[in-house]
């Protein structure tokens, strides 16, 4: 059981590029998020999914595309990557949206645009 | 809205001693549950503890024990017998289950333990 695996654990990209980051978990976990990480900030939700087909946006999701074509894997993309981007992004996943159910995080990728 | 306040930006404590990390929020919703999460250097997000607002006694896991103040929107972390592995940042967090369904997190305290 490998819980919630994020790839990859470092990205460096240039202004404009496009890139995918990874998200899988394997204990059929039908709620998935997106976080970010900046310094001196808490984490905040970029975009989450309740099921396979259905996303929708959190608090800060422009510049981010997300879809949920399983209930194994959640991708956040970017679509032209800019310097307000770099920063920490987390993968969670629980059983339900609901507050009771633990939210497991993935090890977090460190993404920083140039 | 809903929102988390961490006070305290660093703190430290010796070996061995205890320390209280400091958390208030706001809220209008009656039902919420609180946690405590360590983000130790490795960066990965561990859940220390957590409380259910419906419940009046505290939690408690092992040496980490909270005090949910509900009227007052408190809810601070003990961790007694600092530990050198305690050294990380603590983020406290809320979750009503709204619908989105997300952690709402405070800005985090950078707790280092001295030998």
């Known amino acids: 059981n490998a819980g919630v695996t994020q790839t990859p654990k470092f990205q460096v990209l240039k202004t404009g590029q496009s890139m995918t980051l990874q998200c899988a978990q394997d204990?059929?976990?039908?709620?998935m998020s997106w976080y970010r990480q900046d310094p001196g900030m808490g984490l905040r939700l970029i975009h989450y999914?309740?099921?396979?087909?259905?996303?929708d946006q959190g608090e800060v999701p422009n510049g981010y595309n997300v879809s949920r074509s399983t209930t194994e894997d959640f991708p956040l993309r970017l679509l032209s990557a800019a310097p307000s981007q770099t920063s920490v992004y987390f993968c969670?996943?629980?059983?339900?949206?609901?507050?009771?159910?633990?939210?497991?995080f993935g090890p977090g990728t460190r993404l920083t645009v140039l | 809205a809903q929102t988390v306040t961490q006070s305290q930006p660093e703190m430290s404590v010796q070996e061995a001693e205890t320390v209280t990390l400091s958390c208030t929020y706001d809220?209008?919703?009656?039902?919420?549950?609180l946690f405590w999460y360590k983000q130790p250097p490795s960066r990965q997000m561990i859940l220390v503890i957590r409380?259910?607002?419906?419940?009046?006694q505290n939690a408690t896991e092992n040496r980490f024990s909270v005090n949910f103040q509900k009227a007052a929107k408190s809810f601070s972390l003990k961790i007694s017998d600092s530990q050198l592995g305690d050294t990380a940042m603590y983020f406290c967090?809320?979750?009503?289950?709204?619908?989105?369904?997300?952690?709402?997190f405070g800005k985090g305290t950078k707790l280092s333990v001295k030998p």
């Open positions: 999914s309740v099921g396979a087909g259905i996303t």
């Open positions: 809220t209008s919703e009656s039902n919420y549950y």
């Open positions: 969670a996943s629980s059983y339900g949206r609901e507050a009771y159910y633990e939210q497991f």
């Open positions: 204990m059929n976990h039908e709620y």
């Open positions: 409380q259910e607002a419906y419940k009046q």
């Open positions: 967090a809320f979750n009503y289950g709204g619908s989105q369904g997300n952690l709402i």
